[in-house]
């Protein structure tokens, strides 16, 4: 079983900047892919970035140029540097990590990140 917490979300004017942390806790297994993704009210979850576990990463259009994904692999932590941010950016943001090999998806319980003047 795999704990996934978030952390880093709140309220920001446009332009500005929010980092986003999720702690893994415990037994992860590699190969495996960890992402992140927001929900806005009213839409479907979307993909907004994800990186393997060797380090391949993968952007939604929408956010390349404005947000980097990164991980630690020694402290199991998930990262999301968000910057120039808009009101569009608004959602609750989601850490998932899914196995490639075994089967296995665990998710976050989330973090609002809200973009306003």
């Known amino acids: 079983q795999v704990q996934l917490v978030e952390s880093g979300g709140g309220l920001v004017q446009p332009g500005g900047s929010l980092r986003l942390s999720c702690a893994s806790s415990?037994?992860?297994?590699?190969?495996?892919?960890m992402g992140w993704y927001r929900q806005a009210p009213g839409k479907q979850r979307e993909l907004v970035a994800d990186?393997?576990?060797?380090?391949?990463?993968n952007y939604a259009d929408s956010v390349k140029g404005r947000f980097t994904i990164s991980r630690d692999n020694a402290k199991n932590t998930l990262y999301l540097q968000m910057n120039s941010l808009k009101p569009e950016d608004t959602a609750v943001y989601y850490c998932?990590?899914?196995?490639?090999?075994?089967?296995?998806?665990?998710w976050g319980q989330g973090t609002q990140v809200t973009v306003s003047s």
């Open positions: 998932n990590i899914r196995y490639i090999i075994r089967s296995g998806t665990y």
């Open positions: 990186i393997t576990s060797g380090g391949t990463t």
């Open positions: 415990g037994t992860i297994f590699s190969p495996n892919v």
